[in-house]
């Protein structure tokens, strides 16, 4: 099973960048995807996840409004739009998955992770 993210870069206060993660290895119909983000001298913290084939779909409370979260089930893949950017949104953002039909927040929970791309906003 391998992860890969991509779509990270430099963008503005204001602005937007979207995140793409890429699954492969096997079927993620049964898969929980989830974005995690991790900003210097802070831990891991969870952003947003998706549940394959059903629309259940949970944002963390700094992100909701701003961030969404879809995936595209023939291209195995999974995106983060993040629009309305603040400099505190500066992170290395991590995909991950879950093999399980529920949703959680805890990254010890998810089985798999990529790689992490990193996201830098300027003000």
Known sequence: VQLQ????GLAQAGG????????????FTSYIMG???QAPGKEREFV???RWG???IYYADPVKGRFTISRDN???TVYLQMNSLKPED?????CAARFSTHITTDDNDYNYWGQGTL?????
């Open 48 to 50: 947003a996840s998706i």
């Open 54 to 56: 059903v629309d259940s």
């Open 16 to 27: 937007s960048l979207r995140l793409s993660c890429a699954a492969s290895g096997r079927t």
């Open 74 to 76: 023939a291209k195995n």
């Open 5 to 8: 993210a991509s779509g990270g």
């Open 35 to 37: 974005w995690f983000r």
């Open 90 to 94: 500066t992170a290395v953002y991590y």
């Open 119 to 123: 996201v830098t906003v300027s003000s």
